[in-house]
């Protein structure tokens, strides 16, 4: 008879699956925002990261060609261009728009050309915004000398 009752008693009744399913999925959707808000916040710092690069790597390759170069971001494309002072020949480009892991809903840039003398020295200093979601936006900044840097504005 004991052999009987141990036998029935295995696994789980329909009602206890049901529950913990529910219990499952009431849990997910409790933390879906928390994990939409940090993967907007990780997309930003990776594209704020790129973009830091990015104008560190067009001061040095002017140095480098001893040639100027031209910075040049198209805003509504959100693409990050470096090219020769012309304009005519691309060396780098970076998509920000979704056609790589670089998504950004918003990009723009004072000014949105800049050219870079071999000396180290820009005609000028750039600051450029980017955002993914309202709460998730950083400002990056180069001076004239090079000096870049990623604030949240």
Not at 58 to 73: C, D
Not at 95 to 104: A, E, N, Q, R
């Amino acid at each position: 008879m004991h052999q009987l009752l141990s036998a029935r008693r295995r696994g789980f009744t329909m009602i206890e699956l049901i529950v913990a399913i529910t219990l499952m999925g009431m849990a997910a959707l409790i933390a879906m925002p928390a994990i939409g808000r940090s993967i907007a916040a990780t997309r930003v710092q990776r594209a704020s990261a790129v973009m830091a690069t990015d104008l560190r790597t067009a001061f040095a390759m002017s140095a480098q060609q001893r040639r100027p170069v031209r910075i040049a971001i198209d805003e509504g494309a959100r693409v990050f261009r470096i090219q020769n002072r012309r304009g005519d020949t691309t060396y780098l480009t970076t998509w920000y728009d979704g056609t790589s892991d670089l998504v950004l809903r918003q990009l723009t840039a004072q000014p949105a050309s800049l050219v870079i003398f071999p000396g180290g020295l820009a005609a000028g200093g750039i600051v450029v915004d980017m955002q993914t979601t309202p709460g998730n936006q950083r400002r990056i900044t180069a001076n004239r000398a090079g000096q870049v840097r990623i604030t949240q504005p």
